[in-house]
Each structure stands twice: as C-alpha cells, then as structure tokens.
C-alpha cells in the first residue's frame, strides 16, 4: 500500500435511481463502494475521449466543404439547383470547387467541369474548352458571355458568372 496509505478513503456517491441497482445486486453494490473518486473521475474521462473519437470519426469529409479537399487537377459539383421560369424553361446553375494547376482555371469540358487553358476563359474563347457533349454544336453567345450546344431543335445556353 506505501506512501499512498494516507489518501485512500472510500467515497460515497449518491445518485437517484442507483440505491434500486446496489440493492438488487451485491455484487455491484461492493464495486460501487469500493471504487475511489480518483477511479470515477478516470472512468469519466475515458468514456468522454471515446465520445469524442466516435463523434469526430462519424463526420462525412463532405460536410465542411472548407476542409474537403479537391485532387489536383481536378473540379467537383458541391452545389445545384433547379427551377423553372414563367416561361416553363428550366434554369440550373451549380456551384464547383476546383483545384487546378498552374495556367489553367475552372471550366467546362464535355458538360461536366474541368481544368481549362486560362487563356481560353480570359479571352473567352469558350467553344475551345469543348464544353458540349459529342454531337453538339458549339456557338458563343452574341456578348460573348457563355456559349450554346445544340442538338437538332434542342438548343443548351450556359452564361458564366464569376
């Protein structure tokens, strides 16, 4: 026992609800008593730090898109929306975060986003970054604020906003 001898005193925690559980079963009524404050406060805090690790562990990484990290190279949609206008024309637009390299930006190749040649997007030479799907036409619009793709009487008008 050493030098500890002197600070060993057993506690006595009340708790509502606990005397029903040491009545009914002797066993847990001797661990209760014998177990010192030192032993509860470690337990405590034992159960807390497990607590934290499953709730950390339980956060999908897409949760905090300022953590989420984007491969180099490389754009991801993190944001749609949908509606239509009066005139029963649907409008999307999407919101991407792209991480790309050096001379390049965030544009639209095959309708999907992209990497693209800077140069392309400040001279805004979109129909050079491909951005309809194979079979399409590509036009930009008249006040070369984005492009159109068509396909027979389907006709496809995305407009960039920075």
């Known amino acids: 026992m050493g030098i500890w001898n002197n600070y060993e005193k057993p506690t006595e925690i009340i708790v509502s609800g606990w ?13 209760a008593k014998s177990m010192l404050l030192s032993d509860w406060l470690f337990l405590v805090y034992v159960l807390m730090v497990c607590c934290k690790l499953l709730s950390a562990s339980s956060h999908h990484p897409r949760g905090h898109t300022g953590q989420h990290q984007v491969k180099q190279g490389t754009c991801e949609v993190v944001a749609v929306h949908r509606c239509c206008n009066k005139n029963r ?26 990497c693209v040649e800077a140069s392309i997007v400040l001279q805004k030479w979109w129909c050079h970054m491909n951005p309809c ?19 027979g009487n389907k006709v496809k008008t995305t407009k960039v906003t920075r």
């Open 19 to 31: 005397n029903k559980i040491l009545t009914k079963s002797p066993r847990m009524r001797f661990c």
């Open 133 to 151: 799907l194979d079979g399409e036409d590509c036009k930009v619009l008249p006040d070369y604020s984005g492009w159109s793709c068509s396909s």
């Open 89 to 114: 024309i649907e409008e999307r637009s999407q919101t991407v975060k792209c991480s790309c390299f050096p001379g390049q930006v965030a544009g639209t190749t095959r309708a999907q986003p992209s």
